[in-house]
């Protein structure tokens, strides 16, 4: 898996991938980056697309599990990267924003947690307007151009 070389992460992110396939998705993307943007996880499924944040931890701080650390920053960053790879995709899929978290016993490597939020959170809707983002611009990514020029 690239770009992660936490091994607690690394831990996280393979179970994570078992979660999901156990659910019935491929995953179809590992840690997929469009600039600054980021998403974990990338599965498919026949009629779904599921954009996967992965939250693994060896402990936690009060009550929280792993998975309610995703902040409103860190969901406002996985949307504009959702919007990225479906424009570049092409997808004609109902897409959903999950959230995985994990536990890992930092000695022996255990994992002591799973959760899954599914659909952890709805991309806000908003009007665009002039000077907003229409779809008439262009992206970039791996030095390939996606959309149309002004």
Do not use: C
Request: aromatic share 8%; no cysteine; net charge positive.
């Amino acid at each position: 898996m690239p770009f992660v070389t936490d091994p607690i992460g690394i831990i996280g992110e393979a179970e994570a991938t078992k979660m999901l396939e156990k659910k019935g998705f491929k995953v179809v993307e590992h840690n997929w980056r469009m600039g600054h943007l980021e998403i974990d996880l990338i599965a498919e499924s026949k009629k779904e697309v599921v954009f996967a944040e992965v939250k693994a931890r060896t402990t936690t701080f009060g009550d929280k599990t792993p998975e309610e650390y995703v902040d409103e920053d860190k969901k406002r960053r996985m949307i504009a990267a959702g919007n990225a790879y479906v424009k570049l995709k092409k997808l004609q899929k109902t897409l959903r924003f999950d959230v995985i978290g994990i536990l890992v016993d930092p000695q022996t490597q255990e994992i002591t947690y799973r959760g899954h939020w599914e659909n952890a959170f709805q991309p806000t809707m908003r009007s665009i307007g002039s000077g907003s983002f229409n779809g008439t611009g262009t992206w970039r990514h791996r030095n390939k151009t996606i959309g149309r020029k002004r």
